[in-house]
DNA sequence: ACATGTGAACTGCTTCACAGCG
DNA sequence: CGCTGTGAAGCAGTTCACATGT
Protein backbone atom coordinates (compact mmCIF):
# COMPACT_ATOMS: atom_id res chain seq x y z
CA UNK A 1 0.00 0.00 0.00
CA UNK A 2 0.95 3.36 -0.54
CA UNK A 3 0.27 4.31 2.80
CA UNK A 4 1.74 7.48 5.03
CA UNK A 5 5.57 5.41 5.50
CA UNK A 6 6.66 6.05 9.68
CA UNK A 7 10.18 6.51 9.75
CA UNK A 8 12.62 6.97 6.61
CA UNK A 9 16.15 6.87 7.26
CA UNK A 10 18.66 8.99 5.37
CA UNK A 11 20.35 5.77 4.09
CA UNK A 12 16.81 4.13 2.55
CA UNK A 13 16.71 8.01 0.72
CA UNK A 14 20.41 7.31 -0.20
CA UNK A 15 19.32 3.71 -1.67
CA UNK A 16 16.59 4.61 -3.36
CA UNK A 17 17.95 6.79 -5.12
CA UNK A 18 20.74 4.59 -6.67
CA UNK A 19 17.66 1.85 -7.25
CA UNK A 20 16.09 4.67 -9.36
CA UNK A 21 19.56 4.91 -11.95
CA UNK A 22 20.00 1.42 -12.10
CA UNK A 23 16.31 0.94 -13.06
CA UNK A 24 17.01 3.73 -15.87
CA UNK A 25 20.09 1.63 -16.97
CA UNK A 26 17.75 -1.22 -17.22
CA UNK A 27 15.14 0.52 -19.21
CA UNK A 28 17.88 1.80 -21.70
CA UNK A 29 18.81 -1.80 -21.94
CA UNK A 30 15.17 -2.82 -22.76
CA UNK A 31 14.80 -4.97 -19.51
CA UNK A 32 10.92 -5.36 -18.29
CA UNK A 33 11.81 -7.07 -15.11
CA UNK A 34 14.19 -6.88 -12.33
CA UNK A 35 14.77 -9.36 -9.12
CA UNK A 36 15.74 -7.61 -6.18
CA UNK A 37 18.71 -9.45 -6.40
CA UNK A 38 19.82 -7.48 -9.80
CA UNK A 39 18.88 -4.39 -8.48
CA UNK A 40 21.04 -5.34 -5.11
CA UNK A 41 24.09 -6.90 -7.15
CA UNK A 42 24.11 -3.23 -9.20
CA UNK A 43 24.99 -1.42 -5.92
CA UNK A 44 26.54 -2.16 -2.84
CA UNK A 45 23.58 -3.68 -1.10
CA UNK A 46 21.64 -6.92 -0.75
CA UNK A 47 18.51 -8.17 -1.80
CA UNK A 48 16.66 -8.09 1.14
CA UNK A 49 17.53 -4.75 1.85
CA UNK A 50 16.11 -3.69 -0.90
CA UNK A 51 12.83 -5.52 -0.43
CA UNK A 52 12.61 -3.82 2.99
CA UNK A 53 13.46 -0.13 1.58
CA UNK A 54 10.67 -0.54 -1.16
CA UNK A 55 7.99 -2.22 1.19
CA UNK A 56 8.44 0.69 3.64
CA UNK A 57 6.52 2.80 0.56
CA UNK A 58 4.24 0.07 -0.50
CA UNK A 59 4.61 -3.61 -2.23
CA UNK A 60 5.56 -2.28 -6.12
CA UNK A 61 6.93 -6.35 -7.38
CA UNK A 62 5.00 -9.78 -7.89
CA UNK A 63 5.80 -12.62 -5.98
CA UNK A 64 7.68 -15.34 -8.19
CA UNK A 65 8.37 -12.35 -10.76
CA UNK A 66 9.58 -9.32 -9.43
CA UNK A 67 9.29 -5.89 -10.02
CA UNK A 68 8.32 -4.00 -13.37
CA UNK A 69 10.99 -2.06 -14.12
CA UNK A 70 9.14 1.15 -15.82
CA UNK A 71 6.33 1.13 -12.54
CA UNK A 72 9.02 1.19 -10.04
CA UNK A 73 10.68 3.78 -11.33
CA UNK A 74 7.48 5.55 -11.65
CA UNK A 75 6.98 4.82 -8.21
CA UNK A 76 10.44 5.87 -6.86
CA UNK A 77 10.28 9.28 -8.44
CA UNK A 78 7.26 9.84 -7.43
CA UNK A 79 8.50 8.62 -3.44
CA UNK A 80 10.91 10.48 -3.96
CA UNK A 81 9.69 13.98 -5.42
CA UNK A 82 10.89 13.51 -8.49
CA UNK A 83 7.67 13.37 -10.30
CA UNK A 84 7.26 17.45 -10.13
CA UNK A 85 10.08 19.77 -11.12
CA UNK A 86 11.63 21.99 -8.00
CA UNK A 87 13.00 25.37 -8.27
CA UNK A 88 16.61 26.00 -7.74
CA UNK A 89 18.73 28.93 -6.77
CA UNK A 90 22.04 28.81 -7.36
CA UNK A 91 24.03 31.11 -4.69
CA UNK A 92 27.75 31.97 -5.82
CA UNK A 93 28.66 32.16 -9.47
CA UNK A 94 32.40 31.09 -8.74
CA UNK A 95 33.75 28.50 -9.97
CA UNK A 96 32.07 25.71 -7.74
CA UNK A 97 28.66 27.36 -8.52
CA UNK A 98 29.56 27.75 -12.58
CA UNK A 99 30.49 23.67 -12.40
CA UNK A 100 27.40 23.05 -10.68
CA UNK A 101 25.21 24.88 -13.16
CA UNK A 102 26.68 23.18 -15.67
CA UNK A 103 26.29 19.58 -14.22
CA UNK A 104 23.89 17.61 -16.67
CA UNK A 105 22.28 15.15 -13.57
CA UNK A 106 20.33 18.05 -12.23
CA UNK A 107 18.23 19.00 -15.16
CA UNK A 108 17.86 15.64 -16.29
CA UNK A 109 15.91 14.68 -12.36
CA UNK A 110 13.85 18.13 -12.71
CA UNK A 111 15.88 20.26 -10.57
CA UNK A 112 15.86 23.64 -13.07
CA UNK A 113 18.32 26.16 -11.36
CA UNK A 114 16.29 29.43 -12.38
CA UNK A 115 18.25 32.04 -10.37
CA UNK A 116 21.81 33.01 -9.98
CA UNK A 117 22.99 35.06 -7.34
CA UNK A 118 26.75 36.51 -7.33
CA UNK A 119 28.52 39.14 -4.93
CA UNK A 120 30.59 39.66 -7.76
CA UNK A 121 29.77 43.35 -9.48
CA UNK A 122 31.72 41.90 -12.73
CA UNK A 123 29.43 39.20 -12.66
CA UNK A 124 26.10 41.00 -12.08
CA UNK A 125 23.91 41.42 -15.11
CA UNK A 126 26.22 38.34 -16.99
CA UNK A 127 23.30 35.59 -18.79
CA UNK A 128 24.27 32.22 -17.84
CA UNK A 129 22.17 30.06 -20.59
CA UNK A 130 19.21 32.43 -20.39
CA UNK A 131 19.42 32.77 -16.58
CA UNK A 132 20.72 36.95 -15.69
CA UNK A 133 22.94 36.65 -12.60
CA UNK A 134 21.66 39.39 -10.43
CA UNK A 135 23.60 40.37 -7.28
CA UNK A 136 23.19 38.78 -4.08
CA UNK A 137 21.76 42.08 -2.33
CA UNK A 138 18.66 41.52 -3.94
CA UNK A 139 18.41 37.84 -2.29
CA UNK A 140 15.39 38.19 -0.45
CA UNK A 141 13.33 39.73 -3.39
CA UNK A 142 15.04 37.59 -6.03
CA UNK A 143 13.87 34.18 -4.05
CA UNK A 144 10.70 35.32 -3.64
CA UNK A 145 10.02 36.53 -6.86
CA UNK A 146 11.59 33.18 -8.73
CA UNK A 147 9.57 30.88 -6.11
CA UNK A 148 12.60 29.10 -5.46
CA UNK A 149 11.88 25.94 -3.57
CA UNK A 150 15.66 24.75 -2.98
CA UNK A 151 19.11 27.04 -2.65
CA UNK A 152 22.30 25.97 -3.27
CA UNK A 153 25.02 27.48 -1.55
CA UNK A 154 28.49 27.47 -3.51
CA UNK A 155 30.31 31.02 -1.14
CA UNK A 156 32.84 31.06 0.72
CA UNK A 157 32.75 29.83 3.99
CA UNK A 158 33.04 33.02 5.64
CA UNK A 159 30.01 34.32 4.64
CA UNK A 160 27.45 31.31 4.19
CA UNK A 161 25.97 31.31 7.70
CA UNK A 162 24.73 35.25 6.86
CA UNK A 163 23.31 34.01 3.40
CA UNK A 164 22.02 30.87 5.00
CA UNK A 165 20.25 33.44 7.58
CA UNK A 166 18.80 35.42 4.58
CA UNK A 167 17.67 32.38 2.24
CA UNK A 168 15.82 31.08 5.44
CA UNK A 169 14.10 34.25 6.43
CA UNK A 170 12.13 33.90 2.76
CA UNK A 171 10.77 30.55 3.97
CA UNK A 172 12.80 28.14 2.18
CA UNK A 173 13.66 24.62 3.64
CA UNK A 174 15.84 23.15 1.51
CA UNK A 175 19.45 23.96 1.31
CA UNK A 176 22.23 22.06 -0.62
CA UNK A 177 25.85 23.57 1.37
CA UNK A 178 29.22 23.24 -0.26
CA UNK A 179 30.88 25.72 2.18
CA UNK A 180 32.73 23.12 4.65
CA UNK A 181 30.53 25.18 7.48
CA UNK A 182 28.62 23.33 10.51
CA UNK A 183 25.12 25.92 9.22
CA UNK A 184 22.55 26.56 11.81
CA UNK A 185 18.96 26.75 10.88
CA UNK A 186 15.87 26.27 12.21
CA UNK A 187 14.86 22.82 12.92
CA UNK A 188 12.01 23.10 10.28
CA UNK A 189 14.86 23.27 7.15
CA UNK A 190 16.82 20.68 5.89
CA UNK A 191 20.47 21.16 4.89
CA UNK A 192 22.83 18.16 2.56
CA UNK A 193 26.33 19.09 2.85
CA UNK A 194 28.41 18.48 0.17
CA UNK A 195 32.46 18.50 2.20
CA UNK A 196 34.62 17.85 -0.15
CA UNK A 197 37.54 17.91 2.34
CA UNK A 198 35.84 15.54 4.52
CA UNK A 199 35.55 12.99 2.06
CA UNK A 200 39.36 13.13 1.28
CA UNK A 201 39.99 13.03 5.07
CA UNK A 202 37.83 9.92 4.75
CA UNK A 203 40.16 8.39 2.29
CA UNK A 204 43.39 9.30 4.49
CA UNK A 205 42.06 7.69 7.14
CA UNK A 206 41.18 4.12 5.04
CA UNK A 207 44.78 4.84 3.77
CA UNK A 208 46.79 4.84 6.84
CA UNK A 209 44.37 2.31 8.57
CA UNK A 210 44.36 -0.17 5.75
CA UNK A 211 46.33 -2.45 7.29
CA UNK A 212 43.76 -3.38 10.20
CA UNK A 213 41.03 -4.73 8.01
CA UNK B 1 46.03 4.50 24.72
CA UNK B 2 46.88 5.20 21.50
CA UNK B 3 46.53 1.56 20.91
CA UNK B 4 45.30 0.11 17.44
CA UNK B 5 41.30 0.90 16.97
CA UNK B 6 38.75 -2.25 16.61
CA UNK B 7 36.16 -0.88 14.24
CA UNK B 8 35.57 2.52 13.24
CA UNK B 9 32.58 3.71 12.05
CA UNK B 10 32.34 5.89 8.76
CA UNK B 11 30.23 8.48 11.08
CA UNK B 12 33.07 8.18 13.59
CA UNK B 13 35.80 9.55 11.25
CA UNK B 14 33.49 12.06 9.33
CA UNK B 15 33.02 13.27 13.07
CA UNK B 16 36.89 13.46 13.42
CA UNK B 17 37.02 15.86 11.20
CA UNK B 18 34.23 18.01 12.46
CA UNK B 19 35.94 17.92 15.29
CA UNK B 20 39.44 19.09 13.60
CA UNK B 21 37.50 21.97 11.94
CA UNK B 22 36.20 23.09 15.10
CA UNK B 23 39.32 23.03 17.18
CA UNK B 24 40.53 24.87 14.39
CA UNK B 25 38.53 27.49 14.97
CA UNK B 26 39.08 27.63 19.01
CA UNK B 27 42.91 27.72 18.30
CA UNK B 28 42.38 30.98 15.48
CA UNK B 29 39.94 32.64 18.59
CA UNK B 30 42.79 31.83 21.14
CA UNK B 31 40.59 29.30 22.69
CA UNK B 32 43.04 27.04 24.40
CA UNK B 33 40.79 24.38 26.63
CA UNK B 34 37.42 23.19 25.02
CA UNK B 35 34.92 20.67 27.11
CA UNK B 36 33.02 17.96 24.74
CA UNK B 37 30.40 20.04 25.69
CA UNK B 38 31.44 22.86 23.81
CA UNK B 39 32.94 20.61 20.77
CA UNK B 40 29.60 19.01 20.21
CA UNK B 41 27.44 22.48 20.70
CA UNK B 42 29.17 23.55 17.68
CA UNK B 43 28.01 20.95 15.61
CA UNK B 44 24.94 18.23 15.47
CA UNK B 45 26.22 16.34 17.91
CA UNK B 46 25.96 15.07 21.60
CA UNK B 47 28.99 15.42 24.60
CA UNK B 48 28.80 11.65 24.93
CA UNK B 49 29.37 11.43 21.22
CA UNK B 50 32.52 13.11 21.26
CA UNK B 51 34.04 11.17 23.86
CA UNK B 52 33.28 8.05 22.74
CA UNK B 53 34.46 9.37 19.39
CA UNK B 54 37.69 10.02 20.88
CA UNK B 55 38.17 7.06 23.30
CA UNK B 56 38.88 4.99 20.74
CA UNK B 57 41.93 6.03 20.03
CA UNK B 58 42.82 6.76 22.96
CA UNK B 59 42.44 9.51 26.29
CA UNK B 60 43.13 13.15 24.96
CA UNK B 61 41.56 14.74 27.66
CA UNK B 62 41.63 16.19 31.33
CA UNK B 63 39.03 15.38 33.68
CA UNK B 64 37.41 18.31 35.57
CA UNK B 65 39.12 20.19 32.80
CA UNK B 66 38.42 19.16 28.95
CA UNK B 67 40.51 18.81 26.00
CA UNK B 68 43.65 20.89 25.44
CA UNK B 69 42.87 22.53 21.39
CA UNK B 70 46.40 22.16 20.28
CA UNK B 71 47.21 19.22 21.72
CA UNK B 72 43.50 17.57 20.37
CA UNK B 73 44.39 18.82 17.05
CA UNK B 74 47.53 17.21 16.48
CA UNK B 75 45.68 13.94 17.76
CA UNK B 76 43.06 13.73 15.61
CA UNK B 77 45.21 15.06 12.49
CA UNK B 78 47.80 12.22 13.29
CA UNK B 79 44.28 9.76 13.43
CA UNK B 80 43.29 10.61 10.07
CA UNK B 81 46.23 10.62 8.73
CA UNK B 82 46.73 13.93 8.27
CA UNK B 83 50.46 14.68 9.82
CA UNK B 84 52.03 13.75 5.76
CA UNK B 85 50.96 15.16 3.17
CA UNK B 86 49.09 13.47 0.17
CA UNK B 87 50.30 13.34 -3.65
CA UNK B 88 46.69 13.44 -5.22
CA UNK B 89 45.81 13.07 -9.45
CA UNK B 90 43.02 15.23 -10.76
CA UNK B 91 41.38 13.02 -13.48
CA UNK B 92 39.46 15.39 -15.99
CA UNK B 93 39.75 19.56 -16.23
CA UNK B 94 36.25 20.08 -17.17
CA UNK B 95 34.27 22.58 -14.94
CA UNK B 96 34.20 19.95 -11.75
CA UNK B 97 38.29 19.74 -12.23
CA UNK B 98 39.11 22.94 -12.44
CA UNK B 99 36.41 24.18 -9.12
CA UNK B 100 38.60 21.14 -7.25
CA UNK B 101 42.09 22.43 -8.68
CA UNK B 102 40.78 25.71 -7.04
CA UNK B 103 39.16 24.25 -3.78
CA UNK B 104 41.75 26.09 -1.24
CA UNK B 105 40.72 23.58 1.51
CA UNK B 106 41.98 20.43 -0.69
CA UNK B 107 46.04 22.09 0.39
CA UNK B 108 45.52 23.00 3.60
CA UNK B 109 45.00 19.77 5.04
CA UNK B 110 48.24 18.46 2.84
CA UNK B 111 46.29 17.23 -0.21
CA UNK B 112 48.37 18.15 -3.23
CA UNK B 113 47.58 17.59 -6.82
CA UNK B 114 50.53 17.10 -8.12
CA UNK B 115 49.08 15.56 -11.38
CA UNK B 116 46.43 16.81 -13.25
CA UNK B 117 44.97 14.77 -16.72
CA UNK B 118 42.70 15.24 -19.39
CA UNK B 119 41.12 13.98 -22.68
CA UNK B 120 41.01 17.30 -24.59
CA UNK B 121 44.13 17.86 -26.75
CA UNK B 122 43.57 21.74 -26.44
CA UNK B 123 43.83 21.03 -22.53
CA UNK B 124 46.89 18.92 -22.82
CA UNK B 125 50.14 20.55 -22.07
CA UNK B 126 48.64 23.56 -20.70
CA UNK B 127 49.91 24.85 -17.27
CA UNK B 128 48.11 24.93 -14.49
CA UNK B 129 49.20 27.28 -11.53
CA UNK B 130 52.75 25.24 -12.18
CA UNK B 131 51.64 21.82 -13.22
CA UNK B 132 51.38 21.03 -16.71
CA UNK B 133 48.18 18.66 -17.81
CA UNK B 134 48.63 15.80 -19.66
CA UNK B 135 47.25 13.14 -21.48
CA UNK B 136 44.86 10.58 -20.21
CA UNK B 137 46.30 8.03 -22.76
CA UNK B 138 49.26 8.75 -20.58
CA UNK B 139 47.84 8.02 -17.07
CA UNK B 140 49.48 4.68 -16.15
CA UNK B 141 52.93 5.81 -16.51
CA UNK B 142 51.96 9.71 -15.62
CA UNK B 143 50.45 8.27 -11.57
CA UNK B 144 53.23 6.13 -11.18
CA UNK B 145 56.03 8.52 -12.09
CA UNK B 146 54.29 11.32 -10.17
CA UNK B 147 54.06 8.65 -7.35
CA UNK B 148 50.24 9.00 -6.63
CA UNK B 149 48.31 8.32 -3.36
CA UNK B 150 45.10 9.44 -4.13
CA UNK B 151 42.79 9.80 -7.52
CA UNK B 152 40.02 12.50 -7.70
CA UNK B 153 37.83 11.55 -10.72
CA UNK B 154 35.94 13.99 -12.64
CA UNK B 155 35.52 12.55 -15.84
CA UNK B 156 32.01 11.83 -17.83
CA UNK B 157 29.92 9.11 -16.56
CA UNK B 158 30.57 6.99 -19.63
CA UNK B 159 34.08 6.75 -19.27
CA UNK B 160 34.73 6.33 -15.51
CA UNK B 161 34.86 2.76 -15.13
CA UNK B 162 37.60 2.64 -17.68
CA UNK B 163 39.41 5.42 -15.97
CA UNK B 164 39.27 3.10 -12.25
CA UNK B 165 40.24 0.23 -14.23
CA UNK B 166 42.97 1.87 -15.22
CA UNK B 167 43.75 4.18 -11.75
CA UNK B 168 43.22 0.73 -10.08
CA UNK B 169 45.51 -1.36 -12.51
CA UNK B 170 48.74 0.90 -11.19
CA UNK B 171 47.79 0.07 -7.16
CA UNK B 172 46.04 3.68 -5.88
CA UNK B 173 44.22 2.31 -2.95
CA UNK B 174 42.04 5.38 -2.58
CA UNK B 175 39.62 7.13 -4.89
CA UNK B 176 36.78 10.01 -4.64
CA UNK B 177 34.24 9.93 -7.62
CA UNK B 178 32.49 12.82 -8.60
CA UNK B 179 30.59 10.75 -11.46
CA UNK B 180 27.06 9.54 -10.42
CA UNK B 181 28.21 5.94 -11.15
CA UNK B 182 28.59 3.03 -8.68
CA UNK B 183 32.28 2.18 -9.57
CA UNK B 184 33.25 -1.95 -9.23
CA UNK B 185 36.67 -2.03 -7.93
CA UNK B 186 38.84 -4.65 -5.86
CA UNK B 187 37.97 -4.76 -2.30
CA UNK B 188 41.45 -3.17 -1.57
CA UNK B 189 40.58 0.12 -3.06
CA UNK B 190 38.51 2.59 -0.65
CA UNK B 191 35.64 4.60 -2.92
CA UNK B 192 34.60 7.66 -1.31
CA UNK B 193 31.43 8.69 -3.50
CA UNK B 194 30.34 12.36 -4.39
CA UNK B 195 26.86 12.88 -6.05
CA UNK B 196 25.38 16.07 -6.24
CA UNK B 197 22.38 14.54 -8.15
CA UNK B 198 21.82 12.46 -5.09
CA UNK B 199 22.02 15.07 -2.27
CA UNK B 200 19.72 16.71 -3.99
CA UNK B 201 17.22 13.90 -4.49
CA UNK B 202 16.99 13.60 -0.78
CA UNK B 203 16.47 17.45 -0.34
CA UNK B 204 13.31 16.81 -2.69
CA UNK B 205 11.94 13.48 -0.56
CA UNK B 206 12.56 15.62 2.89
CA UNK B 207 10.51 18.62 1.38
CA UNK B 208 7.57 15.96 -0.04
CA UNK B 209 8.10 14.69 3.15
CA UNK B 210 8.16 17.65 5.47
CA UNK B 211 4.29 17.20 6.91
CA UNK B 212 5.22 13.80 7.92
CA UNK B 213 7.96 14.65 10.94
C1' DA C 1 33.99 20.04 42.28
C1' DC C 2 34.02 19.03 37.64
C1' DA C 3 34.48 16.87 33.14
C1' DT C 4 36.45 12.72 31.23
C1' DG C 5 36.25 7.78 30.00
C1' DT C 6 33.39 3.75 29.69
C1' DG C 7 30.31 -0.27 30.63
C1' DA C 8 25.39 -0.89 30.22
C1' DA C 9 20.95 0.22 28.20
C1' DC C 10 18.77 1.58 24.29
C1' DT C 11 17.57 2.63 19.62
C1' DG C 12 17.55 1.77 14.95
C1' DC C 13 19.39 -0.36 10.84
C1' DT C 14 20.50 -4.69 8.52
C1' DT C 15 20.21 -9.57 7.79
C1' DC C 16 17.76 -13.81 8.19
C1' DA C 17 14.32 -16.98 7.22
C1' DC C 18 10.03 -18.17 5.89
C1' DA C 19 5.07 -17.51 5.04
C1' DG C 20 2.33 -15.72 1.28
C1' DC C 21 1.07 -15.40 -3.32
C1' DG C 22 1.36 -15.09 -8.24
C1' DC D 1 8.13 -23.26 -7.99
C1' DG D 2 10.22 -18.60 -7.39
C1' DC D 3 10.57 -14.23 -5.58
C1' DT D 4 8.29 -10.89 -2.84
C1' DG D 5 6.98 -8.99 1.62
C1' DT D 6 7.75 -9.07 6.50
C1' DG D 7 8.16 -10.43 11.48
C1' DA D 8 11.96 -11.83 14.26
C1' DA D 9 16.86 -12.03 15.28
C1' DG D 10 21.17 -9.97 15.13
C1' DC D 11 24.29 -6.22 15.06
C1' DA D 12 26.00 -1.52 15.15
C1' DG D 13 25.80 3.05 16.57
C1' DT D 14 24.10 6.29 20.09
C1' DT D 15 22.77 7.77 24.59
C1' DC D 16 22.80 7.20 29.51
C1' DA D 17 24.74 7.32 33.90
C1' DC D 18 28.30 6.95 36.91
C1' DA D 19 32.83 5.64 38.57
C1' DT D 20 37.31 7.63 37.96
C1' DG D 21 40.86 10.83 38.25
C1' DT D 22 42.69 15.53 38.68
Redesign the pocket.
Known amino acids: MAASPQ?V????VRRLSLYLRFLEEFEEKGVTT????ELAGRGG?????V??D??IFG?????????AVPLLGREIRRILGLSRSWRVALVGAGRIGAALFEYPNFRTRGFRIVTVLDHDPKKVGRLWDGTRIRHVDTLEETLRETKVDIAILAVPEEVVQDVVDRVVSVEIKAILNFAPTQLRVPNDVVVNDVNMAMELEALSFALVNRALR
Open positions: KSESTVSSETTAAQRKLSSFGKRGLGY
